[in-house]
């Protein structure tokens, strides 16, 4: 009896917990790995090991689908009666050890050193990156991240145990990133820093 209350109570109070402590870094990694699937929707749980990664992309927005000369008419003339064709979302799911981690982030710093700019703020990864940084600047632990079109909602533990959340959505980093580009010249600050979540 008393067994079976203390392995209630510990697992009750256990949360998972992850070996991986720079989520800023090993989000980045998923985001460059997962950028050429064009998620709309993604999450990204951390397992204890790794991350689970769930989602729905859509097909490349930048191969252009080509027309017949009929089709491309029938739309002139009849806008309201022409079909549309909404390509469907396609469900993926993949699994990133911390391993995996460590050996995709050596592949892609080769990468990063080659190229001089700095990195494209929008992009998934650098995405992904911002909301790992917020977890790590509070000392939490990843319990759940969200990307629901171009909005993120990052779920973590802080360092005393509590749920916290936080968001990020495309307005929030173009005001950001004009205000750190007006102070480029002095130590910029991350994306994220200055807001309310």
């Not at 064009?38 to 097909?59: K, S, Y």
Request: hydrophobic fraction near 35%; proline fraction near 5%.
């Amino acid at each position: 009896m008393i067994e079976n209350q203390t392995e209630a109570q510990s697992s009750a109070t256990q949360e998972p917990t992850l070996t991986i402590a720079n989520y800023g870094k090993s989000l980045r990694v998923i985001g460059q790995e997962l950028t050429g699937l064009f998620p709309r929707v993604l999450e990204i749980t951390a397992d204890g090991a790794g991350f689970a990664v769930t989602g729905e992309c859509h097909p490349n927005p930048f191969e252009a689908v080509k027309e017949n000369f009929f089709m491309r008419a029938w739309k002139t003339v009849f806008p309201s009666a022409a079909p549309t064709d909404a390509a469907p979302l396609t469900p993926f799911a993949r699994g990133f050890s911390g391993d995996e981690v460590d050996r995709l982030d050596q592949i892609n710093s080769t990468r990063r050193s080659e190229v001089s700019r700095r990195a494209d703020t929008y992009s998934l990864a650098e995405r992904l990156r911002t909301m790992g940084a917020i977890v790590d600047r509070n000392q939490g632990r990843l319990k759940v991240l969200r990307k629901e079109a171009d909005r993120l909602f990052v779920e973590y533990w802080d360092a005393q145990g509590e749920i916290k959340n936080a968001k990020l959505t495309t307005v929030i980093m173009y005001r950001n990133q004009q205000r750190i580009d007006a102070l480029r010249q002095n130590n910029p600050t991350e994306l994220w820093e200055g807001y309310d979540f």
